[in-house]
């Protein structure tokens, strides 16, 4: 039996192999319970990520009129609509979008990311968006 520390991709193989048996005196039931967490957790990560990319970009939107672009369109398009698939195929993750912790470690995350990019330091302290009728919105910009 393959343990799960040393080769994760042979005991994830071998724990199918179980299942699909019906040998589930076999299963390695604790590990398999955080692979299971594991998955929700990378999927809010996922969004978490795109949706600080998406927020990056409206704020360099906004602060940097000069330079906005079709780039720039595009990258806020394509975030807003993988976003968007993301949310339909786990409706599950709807439920962050209205945690205000979650909210402000994705706005922490934007600011930074756009500061880096554009060298400013005058962003917001908090985000002064709506998620749901702005930021998602397709035609919307700041």
């Known amino acids: 039996m393959q343990t799960y520390e040393k080769d994760i991709v042979a005991w994830a193989n071998e724990q199918a192999r179980l299942l699909r048996m019906g040998r589930f005196d076999q299963l390695d039931i604790e590990h398999i319970a955080d692979e299971i967490e594991d998955v929700g957790k990378s999927e809010q990560r996922e969004l978490a990520n795109r949706m600080a990319l998406l927020l990056a970009h409206l704020l360099k939107w906004q602060f940097q009129p000069e330079r906005q672009g079709a780039s720039w369109q595009r990258t806020i ?3 807003r609509n ?5 949310l ?5 993750l709807q439920s962050v979008l209205m945690d205000d912790d979650w909210k402000s470690e994705i706005w922490a995350d934007a600011v930074a990311q756009a500061a ?4 400013l330091a005058n962003f917001p302290d908090e985000c002064p968006w709506s998620f749901q009728t702005e930021i998602l ?3 919307w910009l700041p």
Not at 82 to 86: A, D, F, G, V
Not at 88 to 92: H, I, Y
Not at 116 to 119: F, L, N, P, Q, W
Request: hydrophobic share 10%; no cysteine; glycine share 10%.
């Open 77 to 79: 398009k394509e975030q």
């Open 82 to 86: 993988s976003i968007k698939r993301r």
């Open 88 to 92: 339909a195929r786990s409706p599950g």
């Open 116 to 119: 880096s990019e554009t060298g």
């Open 137 to 139: 919105s397709e035609t």
